[in-house]
């Protein structure tokens, strides 16, 4: 069977500052800059990247959001995309709905393609619901018979019947999400290119929806799906494709793509963080074991259940005890977490400053930001002695892992406690019956 | 069937591909009727202010150029003179300012979903159409009372509104398409339109331009259409033929050139809003 999505060598290149509108002072400013054989400011002033994007950036200083992409896709396929925040997936998405037109290469596509790459484009607040779907509809290429067919499917998909002629500005926000979703659901097109809608409504629309594009992609609808909801890409796809930096990073089966998005996040190094310098909390610390740097591995979240591993420097001025780090972890609002100490560590030779590899033991610590506070105590015969102390220090993000499909609201406090274990039943308990609850109650 | 769409880096200079537009017909009547029926919900007067706006601008001119200035107005009562024109005028400058912003107006959806990109502007042309009707029904009104009667180029007036929407559109286009990558010309469009009414024949008579300069007046299409609605409905001279036909092949020239520019333009608009 032909495939029914080509592509081809696509690529995408932006110029910086041609996405801002240029307003007649740049044109100014740049014909200006040029007579005078300056470098124009945009060229000059490349804003602060991150090392791996500045590769994307090619001599004459364009940006590739996407680059050197081919990628076949057959009927009936349902094919997942994933990869970090400025992977390139939305650009690939845009390309695709021709909404905007690639610098390089070749798409072809054998059908019509429905996107929806946001809920609810083009609604109008004043309208009724009935004159939105309408409205919605046609936006998203359906014609005004093909709405009016399926007009009683989407009302009753949105579940929202008795206000479909109230203005959509006096829905809950849930209801206007959920009509417009329900409108996308039942386009007719033999490609269907979801981004990232799901992360709208409750829970249980969240479900419908999975269930209403189950049964698009078993209708033999190609669908590509984006996702940062692991769980919902694995329940959807089997063939998923990761972009990572404007390429193509992997295709084939979604476990395998999955495994290598978990991958590719923990290779991002991070920098050491000079702390010579920083003020301390205390006065009277000697200084004269202290640390010089501070480095948490890896830039990227962590996933849910890692331990966090950490490289501390420390210099001593004079020989020195064996030491031990005391570390108290914060969540993002200040408030302490726990804290955990190091066995006692071997000082560093004098004058010089020696590399440390801890962990902090975070496998408990639910999705969120933390941050630590970090101090030294040497281990004198007369007692431990504090000899620096650093707080808003080490930095870093946990995020669910892949298999974790449940949110942890933060109520719930910042610890995932080991789950819990059933006891044997203790023979002298008598199981609480209707009798035993109405005997307390008398 | 298999339909194959290809999509690639955009070349060449003539990409019209109007068909499509014809295509979309149902999302261009959709969005029209959604700006006309949300215009004026949630309004006690509601349409009452397609009534309201021209009826106090007659009043104005009436009195400061009919009254204080005495400005000859073709033997006709000075409020119909002005209501005749103000009428066509008022439809203009709405629609050129309507289409001039429609592409970056429009900017949630361009960004969002694929249409033709030409909707827009065209949608914009619509919704002043249900004002410029309203008025004609106020402009009969007043020829009763004024007793008037048009006579048979009455039948022509069509020809002349058809006129005022080519020729927003044809402005509009280049403005809107400009306005995309410099949003300067947003803030120029109402000097623009400033100018353009003294330019035009709204609150005086045309026969005032010296006869010297009158070919260069004539390029106007505003003194085309101005002129041409005064004809159809108040019975004034006829246009002169030659020089209403330069200033349709001007505007023709305009619009061709403006849809051209618009659709080479149209495949960066999403990357510029």
Redesign the interface.
Known sequence: MPPIIRIHNLGKKYRLGETHAASLRDLVNSAVSRCFGRQSPLQSGLPNFRQADRDRFDDAGEFWALKELSLEIHPGEVVGIIGRNGAGKSTLLKILSNIVAPSTGRIELAGRVASLLEVGTGFHPELTGRENVYLNGTILGMTKSQVRRRFDEIVAFAGVDTFIDTPVKRYSSGMTVRLAFAVAAFLESEILIIDEVLAVGDAEFQRKCLGRMQAVSESGRTVLFVSHNMPSVRALTTRSIVLSQGKLRFDGATENAIDCYAQENSVTRSVAISVTDRDRPFDGLTGEVRFESLEVEQVAPYVEGSEVPILIGVRSQRPAERFIVGLTVFRRDESPVGSCFSPPLAPPPQDAVAQYRLTIPAQQLTPGSYHCAISLAEARSQGRRLQDSLTDVLSFEIEPGPLQSQGWPAAWGPIRFPEMRLLPAHPSVVPASFDSIAYLKS | M?????????RGWLRLNLSEVWRYR??LT??IW?DL??RY??SVVGYGWAFIKPIVSVLIFATVFGGLAGLPSDGIPYPLFALAALIPWSYFSASLAGVSTSVTSGG????????PRLILPLSSLGAGLADLGLQLVLLFGFLLWFGICPGWPVLLLPVFILYAVVASLAFGLWLTALN?????VGHAVPFLLQAWMWLSPVVYSSTLVPPRWRWLYDLNPLVGIIDGFRWCLLNTAQPRAASFFLSLLMVAFTLVGGVIFFRRQE??F???I
């Open positions: 298999r339909v194959i769409t290809v999509i690639e880096p955009p149902d999302l959709l969005l959604r029926s949300a919900r949630q949630h959806l361009l960004t969002k979903v694929y249409f995309v990558r410099y949003r300067d495949a960066t999403a990357d510029m």
